[in-house]
C-alpha cells in the first residue's frame, strides 16, 4: 500500500509533467509562428516525454493500489521575446521539476517509502540530462546569436530529434 503522503505528493507530479508538456506545445506554436520548424518539432518531442515522466507516476500509482487523482492543468504562456528568452524559461522550467523531484525523494525517505525511492532514482538522473541538454542548446544559441545563416543551420540540427518509446518498463 502507497502511504496517502506520497500519493497526493504523486498526483500532484502528474499534475507538473502533465503541465510541463503543455508549456512546450505552447512553445512550439510559438515556434512554428516564428518560422522555425526544427525548434518546434524538437520542442514537441520534448513534449512527448512530459508525458511520458506523467505516464511513470501514473502506472506507480497504479501498481501500487493508490488512486490517480488527475487535476485542472494550468494555462501556459503563449509569446516569448525571443529564441533565447525562450530556451532560458525552458531552463527555468526544468530546475524548478528538478527541486520538486528532489521534494519527492526526501518525502519518500521520511515516509520510509523505498519503493518511491527506487522509482525516484530514474528521474533524478532524468533531470540532469534535461538540463544539461537545455544548457547545450542556450550556449548554442549564444554563439550563432550574430552568425549569419547560423540560426537556420540550428534548426536544421534541432529538427532531427526523434522521440525514442520508452522501452518496456520504462514508462511506468
Ligand atoms: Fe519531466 Fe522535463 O521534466
Same mark, same amino acid.
Given at each position: 500500500?502507497?502511504?496517502?503522503?506520497? %500519493?497526493?505528493?504523486?498526483? %500532484?507530479?502528474?499534475? =507538473?509533467?502533465?503541465?510541463?508538456?503543455?508549456?512546450? &506545445?505552447?512553445?512550439? =506554436?510559438?515556434?512554428?509562428?516564428?518560422?522555425?520548424?526544427?525548434? =518546434? $518539432? &524538437?520542442?514537441? *518531442?520534448?513534449?512527448q516525454e512530459?508525458m511520458t515522466h506523467a505516464g511513470k507516476f501514473y502506472h506507480h500509482?497504479?501498481?501500487? +493500489? +493508490?488512486?490517480?487523482?488527475? /487535476? $485542472?492543468? #494550468?494555462?501556459?504562456?503563449?509569446? &516569448?521575446?525571443?529564441?533565447? /528568452?525562450?530556451?532560458? !524559461?525552458?531552463? @527555468?522550467?526544468?530546475?524548478?521539476?528538478? +527541486?520538486?523531484?528532489? @521534494?519527492? *525523494?526526501?518525502? #519518500?525517505? %521520511?515516509? /520510509?517509502?523505498?519503493? $518511491?525511492?527506487?522509482f525516484?532514482q530514474w528521474f533524478?538522473s532524468e533531470? *540532469?540530462e534535461?538540463?544539461?541538454?537545455? %544548457?547545450?542548446?542556450?550556449?548554442?544559441? /549564444?554563439?550563432?546569436?550574430?552568425?549569419?545563416?547560423?540560426?537556420?543551420?540550428? !534548426? @536544421?540540427?534541432? +529538427? @532531427?530529434?526523434?522521440f525514442t518509446a520508452p522501452t518496456k518498463g520504462d514508462d511506468e
Amino acid at each position: 500500500m502507497i502511504p496517502s503522503k506520497i %500519493e497526493n505528493a504523486f498526483n %500532484e507530479q502528474i499534475n =507538473a509533467e502533465t503541465y510541463s508538456a503543455y508549456l512546450y &506545445w505552447s512553445m512550439s =506554436a510559438a515556434l512554428e509562428e516564428m518560422q522555425l520548424p526544427g525548434f =518546434a $518539432a &524538437w520542442m514537441r *518531442v520534448q513534449a512527448q516525454e512530459e508525458m511520458t515522466h506523467a505516464g511513470k507516476f501514473y502506472h506507480h500509482l497504479v501498481e501500487r +493500489g +493508490g488512486r490517480v487523482r488527475l /487535476k $485542472a492543468i #494550468a494555462c501556459p504562456p503563449e509569446k &516569448w521575446d525571443s529564441l533565447l /528568452k525562450m530556451f532560458e !524559461d525552458v531552463l @527555468k522550467h526544468e530546475q524548478m521539476v528538478t +527541486g520538486l523531484i528532489h @521534494k519527492l *525523494v526526501g518525502l #519518500a525517505s %521520511e515516509e /520510509k517509502d523505498y519503493a $518511491a525511492g527506487v522509482f525516484l532514482q530514474w528521474f533524478i538522473s532524468e533531470q *540532469v540530462e534535461e538540463e544539461a541538454s537545455v %544548457e547545450t542548446i542556450l550556449g548554442k544559441l /549564444k554563439l550563432t546569436a550574430d552568425a549569419k545563416g547560423g540560426l537556420y543551420m540550428l !534548426d @536544421k540540427e534541432m +529538427g @532531427k530529434r526523434v522521440f525514442t518509446a520508452p522501452t518496456k518498463g520504462d514508462d511506468e
